[in-house]
């Protein structure tokens, strides 16, 4: 955080240092000042919201909670296994998926704002809504897949 904040103070400076005054204009460094400043922002209260959020699910013990459910629900559902690491697998990765998902819902309005307000106030955002929605989409299911590949291996190796 206290990178980020002097970070920051950077981005304040509308003074360009000599060498980049001889590359850039006066406007187009501005400009971009500007516009790091604004992303720089954003990005530190986002960090800031998933640190506080984080630390109450662990000091609440919501990821505790969230692995019994997946237990309980594996129980319920038949998901229980003979061999006792591929149960281990499957609660991991239904406790993976679970996290993600809410890890994402927290997100979610972040990267709205980020994409479709900071970006898009500057020119840079080509997305359209609908895209959006399929980027996060394919996001989760690449995030499955690997999960689904990966969890099983560590977990037999451990």
Avoid at 36 to 63: A, C, P, R, S
């Amino acid at each position: 955080m206290l990178i980020d904040l002097r970070q920051l103070n950077r981005y304040q400076d509308s003074r360009p240092d000599a060498r980049i005054s001889r590359i850039f204009e006066r406007k187009e460094f501005e400009d971009s000042q500007k516009y790091n400043q604004e992303k720089h922002k954003h990005k530190m209260i986002h960090e800031l919201v998933d640190t506080i959020v984080d630390l109450l699910l662990w000091v609440g013990f919501w990821y505790v909670a969230i692995w019994d459910w997946m237990n309980q629900l594996m129980s319920e559902n038949g998901l229980c296994s003979e061999t006792k690491w591929v149960e281990d697998a499957t609660q991991a990765f239904l406790f993976i998926i679970i996290t993600y998902i809410i890890q994402q819902l927290i997100n979610l309005p972040f990267s709205i704002y980020h994409t479709f307000v900071i970006e898009e106030s500057y020119g840079f955002n080509k997305m359209t809504p609908g895209l959006f929605l399929k980027d996060e989409i394919k996001k989760f299911f690449i995030t499955a897949i690997l999960a689904a590949i990966i969890i099983p291996v560590l977990l037999y190796i451990i």
